[in-house]
């Protein structure tokens, strides 16, 4: 399964959940992303991506991606990602989202670990 258990530079706070489950966060609305989660074991992150902005942001969205499940300390994981133009605060957000649900944690997020990403 996908594990989390890492320390981004920067980060006090060592976070560290096992992904149970497939989890989904966002939707595929005009501005929203769709973010997928599958733990699938081992340390790879792998990052799929539709985007209706993909010539123009689609490098930029993986890194934002790639960069939360980081600070998240995730890896083990394929994420599948369907975006329709989403800002990258919305991005962020629905990742941080999924690996909760993933890891059947939702709704006990550490916001002052997460505002701390941002400083």
Known sequence: MGRTGGRAPGIGVILSMELKQQAVAGTA????????IDPVGGDAVEISLDS?????????????????LKNLGVTGV???????????????ARTIAAVYRAAGTAGE???????????
């Open 29 to 36: 609305e005009s501005s929203d992303i769709m973010v997928t």
């Open 52 to 68: 209706s902005v993909e010539k123009a942001f689609g490098d930029r969205i993986r890194e934002v991606i790639a960069e939360t």
């Open 78 to 92: 394929k994420v599948t990602a369907v975006d329709k133009g989403a800002l990258d605060c919305t991005v962020q």
């Open 109 to 119: 997020f550490d916001w002052k670990e997460i505002d701390a990403w941002n400083a």
